[in-house]
């Protein structure tokens, strides 16, 4: 079983828009989240990360933590043309080895209508 | 300025063959971490290092090394490449330190695209 799943597998958006984007995790060792945004030809590159219960605000962008539920989602207001990218949700565990692993859902594909 | 770099960028390789797969980083961080990215599949980990010296399993290592010659290089061998192994492989380099948290930021190189006739 995929133990950070994500959701939708696409979406598109007008631009100037808002898009919710949702992950959830089957893991109780994973506390930590990240968002990461991948451009077509590049490697992925961090956006945001979340590792308390509520809300953190990164200008257009906000992440949404319910630790309870291992629920994170990203949202995305006013977008614009240089969202249009790959976003994965990652999430590291609480105590870890040093490693600071970090396993990835599969990937929300994200495009504005034009 | 600070950085990942893959090299090299695009390769061909036949089946049987063995290719190797380099990364240089500059951000002077202990660890370093293989991924290969497949439609369908996201990221998976392939293997990771601690520091010179160690290379440890990640979630799918079978068919592949890898080798951690000094704090900069980490390399991901393919003794025996197969067509299955038709992937782009990203290297990233991220901080030591228990916690997670913010030590878990991960920074990725450009990625290498394998081809695998």
């Known amino acids: 079983q995929q133990k950070v799943q994500q959701s939708p597998e696409s979406l598109s958006v007008p631009e100037g828009g808002m898009a919710s984007l949702n992950c959830t995790s089957s893991?109780?060792?994973?506390?930590y989240f990240w968002w990461y945004r991948q451009h077509s030809g590049e490697g992925p590159k961090a956006l945001m990360?979340?590792?308390?219960?509520g809300d953190k605000k990164e200008g257009r962008f906000t992440a949404h933590l319910n630790k309870a539920s291992l629920h994170v989602s990203l949202h995305i207001r006013d977008s614009q043309p240089s969202d249009s990218a790959l976003y994965f949700c990652a999430a590291s565990e609480v105590a870890g080895t040093g490693s600071n692993r970090l396993t990835f859902g599969k990937g929300t594909k994200f495009s504005l209508i034009p | 300025e600070a950085a990942v770099t893959q090299s090299p960028r695009n390769k061909v390789a036949v089946t049987g063959g063995k290719v190797t797969l380099s990364c240089n980083q500059t951000n002077n961080h202990n660890n370093m971490y293989w991924y290969r990215q497949d439609t369908g599949h996201g990221l998976r980990l392939i293997h990771y290092s601690y520091g010179a010296g160690s290379t440890e399993k990640g979630d799918i290592p079978d068919g592949y090394k890898a080798s951690r010659p000094s704090q900069e290089n980490f390399s991901l061998i393919l003794e025996l490449a197969t067509p299955s192994q038709t992937s782009v492989y990203f290297c990233a380099s991220g901080a030591a330190g228990t916690g997670g948290g913010n030590y878990a930021e991960q920074f990725f190189g450009p990625g290498t695209r394998l081809t695998v006739l």
């Open positions: 893991d109780r060792n994973f506390q």
């Open positions: 990360s979340i590792f308390s219960d």
